[in-house]
Structures are given as structure tokens and as C-alpha cells.
């Protein structure tokens, strides 16, 4: 047997497979998209990962994320299957404001976004929160936690992202599949009761 196929049994797409959607996980820099993609494809995720030079320390703030050497210079690309007949194609989309080009084009035929969002720095979720609200693309936050960030309410969190009583808010660790999958379960399940 090829060994492409028993390293990677879920390379192949399931023959009952009857929906696919396209979903966007965003958020501001260092916030664990790539992270999260990786965590959950089922496919070899597609990374576009770049070393970080000292000429981006004036853009990308380091703080919280010292360790961090490489960052996004496109885009993440995974699949995950849902279940027996939903796929799900995740698209990572940085966020900083000099991509906001590539946003026309990673959100034709998205359905919603995952907003990837980090309690140490609220403040910086704004901008894709902003983009997705132009683009007109339903949203669910999800607060990927970091260890030495603090803990606030959901209701402090709602308010300080200023969400709509509507909108999906959960917690989750991009290094985690369980948690990291049900990010995405509450954000179809939403996508699921929106009216058309
Ligand atoms: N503790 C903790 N660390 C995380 C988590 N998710 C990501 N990290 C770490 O945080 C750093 C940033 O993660 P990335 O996945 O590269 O973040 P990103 O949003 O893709 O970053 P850019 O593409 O550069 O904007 C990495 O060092 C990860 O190992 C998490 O849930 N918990
Ligand atoms: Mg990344």
C-alpha cells in the first residue's frame, strides 16, 4: 500500500460527503490561527509561515508571544470533517491592516469566521471584527487561552468586544482539538439558526 495512505487515513475525502463550507478562522498577530488550523486539519495543513525580522518588531508586537519566530505571510489552509456528510475547509487569515487586501479574496463563498481572540490584548480584535462586519460575514469569537492571561466573564468579555447578545462566545486552546473543535461547532451551529 502506498505509504502516503497509511501515514495520513484521513487524506481522502469521505464518499458520503454532501456539504462543504468554507470558513474563516481570523485575528490579530500571535493570536494562534496557524496554531488552530494545525490542530484540527485532517489534511497536511497548508502553512505560509515566514521568519520574523527585526524590521516587523515595529508591527508586530511580541509581547505575550517572546518565543515566537515565524508568522503568517499569506495564509493557513486545512479540512476538517464535521461528520458523515459536512466538511468543513478552514482558511487562517492574518490580520494585520497591510493584509487587507488578500481579505477579498479569502472570503468569497465564506460562509462565517472564527475570530481568534486573546484576553491580553481585547483591544487588537477589533480590527478583523471591523473587516468581517464590512465583508458582511457572521462571526463567532472564540478567547483562545494562554496561560498567563487573565480571566474575565463572558459578560466582561461581551462587553468589552462590544458583541451582539446573538454572537457566539466561547473559550478554547488552539493547541487542543476537543476545545478547538467545538470553537467551530458553536460558529455552524450559529451559521445553522441565522435566518437566510
Ligand atoms: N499557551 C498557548 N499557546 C498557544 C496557543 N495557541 C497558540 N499558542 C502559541 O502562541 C504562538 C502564536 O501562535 P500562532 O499559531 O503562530 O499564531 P498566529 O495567529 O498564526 O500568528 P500570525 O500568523 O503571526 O499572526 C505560538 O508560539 C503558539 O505555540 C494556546 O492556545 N495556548
Ligand atoms: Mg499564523
Not at 502506498?2 to 493570536?31: C, N
Not at 490542530?39 to 517572546?66: F, W, Y
Not at 463572558?154 to 468586544?161: G, H, K, S, V
Request: hydrophobic share 40%.
Amino acid at each position: 500500500m502506498d505509504s502516503a495512505l497509511v501515514s495520513e487515513p484521513a487524506a481522502y475525502l469521505r464518499p458520503t460527503v454532501r456539504i462543504s463550507v468554507k470558513l474563516l478562522v481570523v485575528g490579530h498577530f500571535a493570536v494562534g490561527k496557524t496554531t488552530f488550523v494545525g490542530t484540527l486539519s485532517e489534511i497536511r495543513p497548508l502553512h505560509t509561515e515566514e521568519k520574523m525580522t527585526q524590521a516587523g518588531a515595529l508591527v508586530d508586537d511580541l509581547s505575550g508571544v517572546p518565543e515566537k519566530t515565524t508568522t503568517t505571510v499569506a495564509m493557513d489552509f486545512g479540512r476538517l470533517t464535521l461528520n458523515d456528510q459536512l466538511v468543513l475547509y478552514l482558511f487562517g487569515a492574518p490580520g494585520q491592516q497591510r493584509f487587507t487586501r488578500l481579505w477579498q479574496d479569502m472570503t468569497q463563498g465564506a460562509l462565517g469566521a472564527l475570530v481568534l481572540a486573546d484576553t491580553r490584548r481585547l483591544d487588537q480584535s477589533f480590527e478583523v471584527m471591523g473587516l468581517l462586519e464590512e465583508h458582511g460575514l457572521p462571526y463567532a469569537v472564540a478567547v483562545n487561552h494562554f496561560p498567563d492571561a487573565p480571566f474575565y466573564s463572558d459578560a466582561d468579555i461581551r462587553e468589552a468586544l462590544d458583541l451582539l447578545p446573538e454572537t457566539p462566545l466561547v473559550t478554547c486552546d488552539a493547541r487542543d482539538a476537543r476545545s478547538s473543535t467545538q470553537a467551530l461547532i458553536a460558529l455552524v451551529e450559529y451559521l445553522q439558526r441565522r435566518p437566510r
